[in-house]
């Protein structure tokens, strides 16, 4: 998918209600985050076990599927995006994000998949039926530990996708929603690794992003002007992603987000 097709974001992950999108788009755009060419990440979650209504501890917290559709915007500013979550039943998967697009409809813009090395074939194959939706392939610390922690092997696995054009964002993300603190430095050579085997493939970042632990992606940012960054966990004062958000913490992290990404700008 040309870059074109997409941009680079600054996401929060937890959207629960469209009102919360709509305020969080306001402080985005009042603090300057179009400017920068960015858009705002409203990131809602879903996993496979919510999809088919099985008993999950994630029942009570991730939104109903019916209303999934209904919290996105429909705005040139905002990526409204699907984080699927499916780690332990992959087979099959691109039949459950088909059907899992009925209820989103037309209003989702970016699928993430948090998944472990999804089949390629069988993500080929959602590819081909929403070919306008960019993919963003989380690669967690479970991801990184199958390819033992080592760059050629994540490009190797990396390179299986990007031979059939099924991936458009790799999310960085050791920290999988538990608010582990971001480690740039050990972070930095994969980041590097996958700029320069696949430029076409945008970077992003995440582990315990909040209003008051920025600094954490700074390295990234300041190698990578063009990074992507995702908060959820620390957007709660408990740190626990079964909370729901602080907004008044959330509008903080947009502000300063804006703010540390407009000082390396390209």
């Given amino acids: 998918?040309?870059?074109?097709?997409?941009?680079?974001?600054?996401?929060?992950?937890?959207f629960a209600y469209r009102h919360q999108a709509t305020a969080m788009l306001d402080v985005f755009r009042r603090a300057?985050?179009?400017?920068l060419g960015r858009k705002l990440g409203v990131g809602v979650m879903m996993s496979h076990k919510t999809l088919h209504g099985l008993?999950?501890?994630?029942?009570?917290?991730?939104?109903?599927?019916?209303?999934v559709g209904d919290i996105f915007l429909r705005d040139d500013d905002a990526l409204n995006t699907l984080h699927y979550a499916d780690y332990?039943?992959?087979?099959?998967?691109?039949?459950?994000?088909?059907?899992?697009?009925?209820?989103v409809r037309t209003t989702v813009d970016a699928c993430q998949l948090d998944m472990v090395w999804p089949d390629p074939a069988e993500l080929g194959l959602y590819r081909s039926a929403h070919w306008d939706?960019?993919?963003?392939?989380?690669?967690?610390?479970?991801?990184?530990?199958?390819?033992d922690n080592d760059r050629r092997?994540?490009?190797?696995?990396?390179?299986?996708?990007?031979?059939?054009?099924?991936?458009?964002?790799?999310?960085?993300?050791?920290?999988m929603g538990r608010g582990l603190g971001l480690d740039a430095a050990?972070?930095?050579?994969?980041?590097?690794a996958i700029s320069d085997s696949f430029p076409d493939i945008r970077l992003v970042a995440a582990g315990g992003l909040g209003p008051d632990s920025l600094h954490l992606v700074e390295p990234l940012v300041r190698e990578f002007p063009d990074i992507s960054i995702d908060a959820q966990s620390k957007l709660r004062s408990s740190g626990n992603a079964m909370d729901?958000?602080?907004w008044n913490m959330a509008a903080d992290y947009l502000k300063r987000a804006v703010e540390l990404l407009a000082k390396y700008r390209t």
Wanted: proline share 8%.
């Fill in 55 to 67: 008993p999950s501890k994630w029942t009570g917290v991730f939104p109903k599927k019916e209303t």
């Fill in 133 to 147: 939706v960019p993919i963003i392939l989380q690669v967690s610390a479970k991801a990184l530990d199958a390819v």
């Fill in 88 to 103: 332990d039943h992959s087979h099959g998967f691109a039949g459950d994000l088909n059907y899992a697009h009925g209820f």
């Fill in 1 to 14: 998918m040309p870059l074109s097709y997409t941009k680079p974001y600054i996401s929060i992950t937890d």
């Fill in 244 to 246: 729901p958000i602080g």
């Fill in 186 to 192: 050990a972070l930095l050579p994969f980041a590097r």
């Fill in 32 to 35: 300057g985050g179009p400017a």
């Fill in 153 to 175: 092997k994540l490009v190797a696995r990396l390179g299986e996708y990007a031979e059939r054009d099924c991936i458009d964002y790799v999310l960085l993300d050791k920290s």
